[in-house]
């Protein structure tokens, strides 16, 4: 399977535990992005990166929440202190190219924060 | 104002029948287009792009009004796996993160 890749697809967690998502993007491509979903609404952006460099981040991005992309291949999304408002589905996404092109999913991480 | 705003829906159509979706944005910058469709607990898939000049992929037609700031998507001759919802994605030069619309919802009956 070439398409992006995301694990683990659920995570459930007590409140005030952290968790760690990861994310392989397709191979060649060197745009990574990661979104949140709630029931009923549209992707939220949360972050992006460029190869390595993490060029964009959300305001909705707090202080407990951080993404790498140490050698521009995968990613990871840490949430630090969950709290119940945490609890969606974040989705990565990959591209290639500069200008903005089209945007492949992986099948996202559920996270349920009890 | 959210940036892309949808009709949430639902759409409720019979089999056979035209729907048309319209989506409207309030960054003027805004230069890619895009409608994406998501099933249920399901990651959203590129449906297709959306040109200055609208574009026709089968069924489906989008047509882009700038001067107005919308974005509306066809669909002619439903079939029941149309049923889904139709996210309206848009992006700016200033941006290179796709921002999204909350979603309109397409439910089509025998």
């Known amino acids: 399977d070439t398409g992006v890749s995301q694990n683990p697809r659920h995570k459930i967690t007590k409140r005030g535990q952290n968790v760690t998502f990861r994310c392989d993007p397709i191979s060649e491509h060197n745009r990574l992005y990661w979104y949140r979903q709630t029931l009923g609404q549209g992707p939220e952006f949360l972050t992006y990166?460029?190869?390595?460099?993490?060029?964009?981040k959300s305001r909705l991005l707090s202080d407990r929440f951080s993404a790498e992309r140490p050698k521009g291949s995968f990613s990871t999304l840490e949430i630090q202190r969950t709290e119940q408002g945490d609890s969606a589905m974040y989705l990565c996404?990959?591209?290639?190219?500069?200008?903005?092109?089209?945007?492949?999913f992986g099948q996202g991480t559920r996270l349920t924060v009890v | 104002r959210k940036e892309v705003e949808q009709d949430p829906g639902p759409f409720n159509v019979p089999e056979g029948a035209t729907v048309a979706f319209n989506c409207t944005y309030s960054n003027s910058a805004s230069q890619s287009f895009f409608w994406y469709r998501q099933d249920c607990r399901k990651e959203p898939k590129l449906l297709m792009s959306?040109?200055?000049s609208g574009n026709e992929d089968g069924r489906f037609t989008a047509q882009l009004n700038r001067a107005s700031q919308y974005i509306s998507l066809l669909i002619r001759d439903s079939k029941l796996s149309d049923s889904a919802t139709y996210l309206c994605?848009?992006?700016?030069?200033?941006?290179?993160?796709?921002?999204f619309g909350s979603g309109t919802r397409l439910q089509v009956q025998p």
């Open positions: 959306v040109y200055s």
């Open positions: 994605v848009v992006s700016h030069t200033g941006r290179r993160a796709l921002t």
């Open positions: 990166f460029q190869n390595e460099a993490q060029l964009e």
């Open positions: 996404a990959s591209s290639k190219g500069d200008r903005n092109t089209e945007a492949f």
